[in-house]
């Protein structure tokens, strides 16, 4: 049964930084391209962030280039949204799930509980 535990957001001013952290189980996650997406109040979920399996290819969302950046720990079933230079635009409850190719393409139907971002000054 796949399982996606979101942590780290919370509050920050604009400018500031915070990062995220999805622990994953139930998949085998060295093969899995990981990605994370992000849906804002009265909008629809956005793809944000993608890394390939072995953690040496991403890609992102032109409205995040340059400011967040993807990782992820194999040995940890982890991944990681580094998030910096934050803007109002970016508050939504951000999530993970396993993605195919740089498009929208989660790979599961099931979402974790997310983590809210709010960047508000």
């Known amino acids: 049964q796949v399982q996606f535990v979101e942590s780290g957001g919370g509050f920050a001013q604009p400018g500031g930084s915070l990062r995220l952290s999805c622990a994953a189980s139930?998949?085998?996650?060295?093969?899995?391209?990981m990605a994370w997406y992000r849906q804002a109040p009265g909008k629809q979920r956005e793809l944000v962030a993608v890394?390939?399996?072995?953690?040496?290819?991403?890609n992102y969302a032109d409205s995040v280039k340059g400011r967040f950046t993807i990782s992820r720990d194999n040995a940890k079933n982890t991944v990681y949204l580094q998030m910096n230079s934050l803007k109002p635009e970016d508050t939504a409850v951000y999530y993970c799930?396993?993605?195919?190719?740089?498009?929208?393409?989660?790979?599961?139907?099931?979402w974790g509980q997310g983590t809210q971002v709010t960047v508000s000054s």
């Open positions: 799930n396993r993605n195919i190719g740089t498009t929208y393409r989660p790979v599961f139907n099931y």
């Open positions: 139930g998949l085998t996650f060295v093969i899995s391209d």
């Open positions: 890394i390939n399996s072995g953690g040496d290819n991403t």
